[in-house]
């Protein structure tokens, strides 16, 4: 190594003690250079600078500690183990060790004094506390409460690497850095200036070697700061680049006669909304190009992105290509094929549907015309994108509801049209507001059209939230509602994933109801249900044959029937926002005005107490999806796996939120005046992001 080497360019090989063995566990972390591992920071610290009486222990923290050991004793509660109760004067504590030698049992001598380091818990309703094998050391009386160590980082680490360890290869790191070594600085020097951050390396000692215990808020040190500003900046350009990168590949473009779209828009018995409208001219100047369009279109549930969706699906078939569209339940791809059959029954583009209760003779027929381009627009669920299904000629790859997909599976269908580097145009539906945080973060690689409107005429869904007790009163009003000429659903739901038992629970309801209202025609459909009984069942609902609707949450998501104008929602309690706000958009689509009852279980949690508050406050789904995320964070949001690319080290884009638009000016500046920096910025912080980098 030479003083004038960048720590970037040399291999963790090059540190005393790692051999191929360490290098492959730290690899595993995605720690390949040396720098990399002084960007390997700590996520917590421990305070080993003073030493806390025993009475004062808080249960839930890591604490040092003293004490006298008062007794020692090896017992037999299901598991052999050896308690230490240990005394300070100012309270007891006891250590308990599963793992112990004759030797450590010997040295627990009565009156003999530990300095010990663990977590402190409490497991028994005496409130007695304890720590569960504790770092510890025998010292001599007189050298009680001389603790030396100061804050000690704790690093997220591997199996098979030790915490010990690690910290050794950090110093080592940093005396190369002492010696003049240097880290490559991603930060321009005017934005360090401009901001007040520190240097790089002066950042990485206060991080790594802290003089004081980081308070919580104190997550906002300066050199913290650096880098939160850092990962965000790296982020922001990465997925800049993807967007740009996209634009480099080739997709077929449709030049479709505006005549045929007219008349298809006619024949639909309502205009499109100014929204709409907008929206669709965003869609078809997309459309014309010979870019792949990467399009998401976000309106909140009822704003009627179907209509939308069916437009740019027949500017896709008008130009002779195929539009395969997702959905994620069969109910609602059944429902689109319907809906899509009737709109388009004048011309002669054959639509299919695809689910996975197709199978045998049927399958193969749809996949032979889905292979052989008969089939021009195919709806259906993940079934669409098996192997065995190809398509003859994709252009379009539709996408509702994408939430409940992930990434991988939008790129697997995408690319199922690809072929010989021609990409079909993707275009992708949502009712769940991306945050403005994550917005303003350039969302994934994806434009953004928002319909901001409803349809004219909805009046919003009224609320109410009522304890399970007062279900007599609710079916009452269920009664009147139906002499009204409403059509009403009632919807159980359980939060165990158990499918059975949410069928269970639905079966049970009918009996109820139809007990109390004898008078009433009640369906129902759950899940267990054959595909064809549910759809009978959905479609006696729709013909108003049905009075009541009883479901699981399997109508959660597109479901369109306008009639039913009151919900009730059983156990609403145990929703979240996102389903709660889907479910309910079932109703307020006709003319009347809607109502839903939220009914739950009391005692309700503050948290729960808070998602049916402001159900009841509001039906606008920006709101609902801001007050979401400040309740569960962004992470769970957008569903498990595309948060899986949005995993920070340091940032937390709540938090964070105040300093985005600074960093949106960066990343564009840096873009432009410096994309060499670009690289390495996004090597450092983002080359985990695996499915990104391939688009
Ligand atoms: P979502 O955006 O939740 O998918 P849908 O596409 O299911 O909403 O539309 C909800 C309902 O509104 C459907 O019955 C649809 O036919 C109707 N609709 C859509 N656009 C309009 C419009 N411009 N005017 C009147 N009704 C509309
Ligand atoms: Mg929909």
């Not at 090989?13 to 492959?24: D, H, M, P, R």
């Not at 290869?169 to 951050?197: N, Y």
Request: aromatic residues 6%.
């Amino acid at each position: 190594m030479a003083v004038d080497d960048c720590l970037d360019d040399l291999p963790v090989t090059q540190l005393k003690g790692v051999g191929e063995k360490i290098a492959l566990k730290l690899k595993r972390l995605g720690i390949v250079s040396i720098a990399d591992i002084l960007f390997h920071l700590p996520f917590r610290y421990e305070d080993r600078s003073k030493v806390v009486a025993i009475g004062a222990l808080k249960v839930g923290e890591a604490c040092l500690f003293e004490g006298q050991v008062e007794l020692a004793e090896v017992v037999y509660r299901g598991r052999r183990s050896l308690l230490v109760r240990l005394s300070d004067g100012t309270g007891f504590i006891t250590l308990r060790f599963f793992h112990f030698s004759k030797n450590q049992q010997l040295a627990m001598q009565r009156g003999q004094w530990l300095r010990c380091f663990g977590d402190i818990k409490s497991y028994s309703k005496s409130h007695s506390i304890e720590v569960v094998h504790p770092e510890y050391q025998l010292i001599a009386e007189s050298k009680r409460g001389q603790a030396e160590e100061g804050m000690l980082a704790v690093y997220p680490v591997t199996e098979g690497l030790h915490q010990l360890s690690f910290r050794k290869l950090i110093k080592q790191a940093f005396s190369l850095m002492e010696q003049g070594l240097t880290v490559r600085d991603c930060l321009p020097q005017s934005v360090l200036d401009e901001k007040g951050l520190p240097t790089l390396q002066d950042s990485l000692r206060r991080l790594h070697f802290p003089q004081t215990m980081p308070a919580h808020e104190a997550r906002k040190t300066p050199a913290l700061k650096r880098f939160i500003f850092e990962e965000l900046l790296a982020h922001h350009v990465s997925l800049s680049r993807l967007k740009q990168g996209v634009r480099y590949h080739k997709a077929p473009p449709f030049r479709s006669e505006e005549n045929r779209k007219k008349q298809f828009l006619n024949s639909l018995g309502f205009k499109l909304t100014a929204a709409q409208n907008r929206v669709m001219s965003d869609i078809s100047s997309d459309l014309v190009q010979a870019q792949p369009m990467q399009r998401l279109l976000q309106g909140d549930v009822g704003s009627g992105k179907t209509v939308v969706a069916a437009c740019a699906a027949l500017m896709a078939t008008e130009a002779g290509y195929q539009v395969a569209m997702m959905v994620p339940t069969e109910l609602l791809a059944e429902q689109h094929y319907k809906n899509f059959r009737t709109w388009l029954k004048d011309t002669n583009v054959q639509v299919d549907w695809l689910v996975g209760q197709h199978k045998g003779k049927v399958y193969s027929a749809i996949a032979d015309d889905i292979a052989e381009g008969r089939s021009n627009i195919v709806i259906g669920t993940h079934a669409l994108f098996q192997e065995k299904v190809s398509f003859a000629k994709l252009g379009l790859v539709i996408i509702d509801e994408q939430h409940r997909f992930g990434v991988h599976q939008r790129l697997a269908l995408r690319d199922k049209g690809a072929s010989k580097g021609i990409y079909p145009h993707q275009l992708i539906m949502t009712a769940t507001p991306i945050p403005r945080t994550l917005a303003m973060l350039g969302y994934a690689d994806l434009d953004l059209s928002i319909i901001d409107e409803l349809p004219p005429g909805r009046t919003p869904v009224s609320t109410a939230v009522l304890p399970i007790s007062k279900k007599d009163q609710i079916i009452a009003r269920i009664k009147k509602g139906v002499e009204d000429g409403r059509q009403v659903y009632w919807v159980c739901t359980l939060v165990e994933e158990s499918e059975a038992l949410q069928c269970q629970a639905a079966e049970v309801a009918v009996e109820l109801l139809r007990d109390a209202l004898p008078m009433l025609k009640i369906g129902l459909v759950h899940g267990r249900m054959q595909a064809d009984e549910k759809q009978k069942e959905m479609e006696q609902f729709k013909q108003q044959r049905l009075d009541i609707l009883v479901a699981t949450t399997v109508i959660e998501v597109g479901v369109d029937v306008p009639n039913a104008s009151l919900m009730v929602i059983e156990n609403a309690e145990r929703l979240g926002l996102a389903q709660l706000h889907q479910l309910r958009g079932r109703v307020g689509r006709g003319q009347r005005e809607s109502h839903c009852v939220l009914m739950y279980k009391p005692p309700l949690s503050k948290n729960a107490n808070e998602r049916l508050s402001i159900m009841r406050e509001t039906t606008d789904g920006f709101k609902i999806a801001e007050k979401d995320m400040q309740l569960r964070g962004p992470g769970e949001l957008l569903g498990q796996r595309q948060a899986g690319f949005m995993q920070f080290k340091v940032a937390d884009i709540e938090r964070d939120a105040e300093i985005l638009e600074d960093v949106a000016h960066c990343a564009e500046a840096i873009l432009q005046k410096q994309p060499e920096l670009v690289e390495p910025l996004v090597h450092r912080w983002v080359s985990n992001s695996v499915e990104y980098a391939q688009v």
